[in-house]
């Protein structure tokens, strides 16, 4: 089936400063890209998301870019903390689909 | 605001056992969802459901069944539980009036013996 790669899986970086996660996708018609943090023994919390009307987007310290050109998407994490400490998954939804496919996930480490 | 409910939270069940696990939302969404999550591993989708009675397969079926009681309901079926089997499933639902944002439940964890 259709695949959403996500990289990279592991992400160490200081306190401070920025973090960087990249998916790609297969359907050129996929029109909802949402991202999820989850924490340990969490459940996965949407964070943000983006359509395919929009080539940005930015809510309290995260950016997702979107290139519907390259079928790549983004998200920024920018000024982490080690509360940003957690697994990251992104997620695409092609056009007309009930059902997102997401991504392999992206462990995120801030260390002070 | 709504909320998603999954019940048991852990389930623990014997090899070849059937259990079954429930999930309930009151945000009034259209489709519901069953997700498996290995340990520190992605989301994989299990069953779908765009409204009451409807089943969709995804790509992890196979060995599971599902139910799509009413709106608010879906429930999953371990048909066979395997011998050292762990992983949280996920119960999920979506809006499909203008808005895409998918909602996930706490989960279930499910060991079997």
């Known amino acids: 089936g259709e695949q959403v790669e996500q990289l990279p899986s592991i992400l160490r970086v200081q306190e401070g400063s920025s973090a960087s996660i990249n998916c790609t996708y297969e359907n050129s018609a996929s029109n909802y890209f949402p991202w999820y943090k989850q924490e340990p023994g969490e459940n996965p919390k949407l964070i943000i998301d983006?359509?395919?009307?929009?080539e940005r987007k930015q809510t309290q310290g995260l950016i997702v870019l979107l290139d519907k050109k390259a079928k790549r998407f983004s998200l920024h994490i920018t000024d982490t903390q080690p509360g940003d400490s957690a697994m990251y998954f992104c997620?695409?939804?092609?056009?007309?689909?009930?059902?997102?496919?997401f991504g392999t996930g992206t462990t995120v480490s801030v260390s002070p | 605001g709504g909320i998603i409910t999954q019940t048991p939270k852990f389930l623990i069940g014997q090899e070849g056992q059937k259990l079954t696990l429930k999930c309930q939302q009151n945000?009034?969404?259209?489709?519901m969802y069953w997700y498996r999550q290995d340990s520190g591993k992605g989301l994989r989708l299990i069953y779908y459901?765009?409204?009451?009675?409807?089943?969709q397969k995804g790509d992890l079926s196979e060995g599971y069944d599902a139910s799509r009681e009413k709106k608010s309901s879906f429930s999953l079926t371990v048909t066979s539980a395997q011998k050292n089997e762990m992983a949280v499933f996920l119960c999920a639902s979506t809006s499909d009036r203008g808005g895409y944002e998918q909602y996930f439940g706490p989960g279930t964890r499910l060991t079997v013996l």
């Open positions: 459901s765009i409204t009451e009675n409807d089943l």
């Open positions: 945000f009034n969404h259209d489709t």
């Open positions: 983006i359509r395919s009307n929009m």
């Open positions: 997620a695409a939804r092609p056009q007309g689909g009930r059902a997102l496919i």
